[in-house]
């Protein structure tokens, strides 16, 4: 299930979905990536892929997701907080009403 955030001071909606993992071919590696749709109210949508790949002799698909989740989308997602998917809703629909 996707999780929803909400950056008030740059009004910028996102929602994420679950980070995957996969292995890269070749099998010393895994690939962990989750796509992320940012909406602001400059009624602009950007969707973008983020991704990062882990030793598969350091990791397991568990602990590389979890490090994805503590390293890559902090960045992403810098001063937004978790909302409920009501929320994002509600903010999806007063800037496509804008359009």
């Given at each position: ?10 009004a910028?909606a ?17 690939l962990?990536?989750?796509n992320v ?24 698909q568990?602990?590389a ?6 390293k ?24 496509e009403?804008?359009?």
């Amino acid at each position: 299930m996707s999780e929803y955030y909400y950056d008030e001071e740059r009004a910028i909606a996102y929602k994420v979905s679950p980070p995957e993992v996969s292995v890269v071919p070749g099998g010393e590696r895994l690939l962990v990536y989750a796509n992320v749709k940012a909406t602001n109210f400059k009624k602009e949508k950007v969707r973008r892929a983020f991704s990062e790949e882990y030793p598969l002799e350091q990791y397991n698909q568990e602990s590389a997701k979890e490090a994805f989740l503590e390293k890559i989308l902090p960045r992403v997602l810098v001063g937004a907080v978790k909302i409920s998917r009501e929320e994002y809703q509600q903010i999806k629909e007063r800037v496509e009403a804008a359009l």
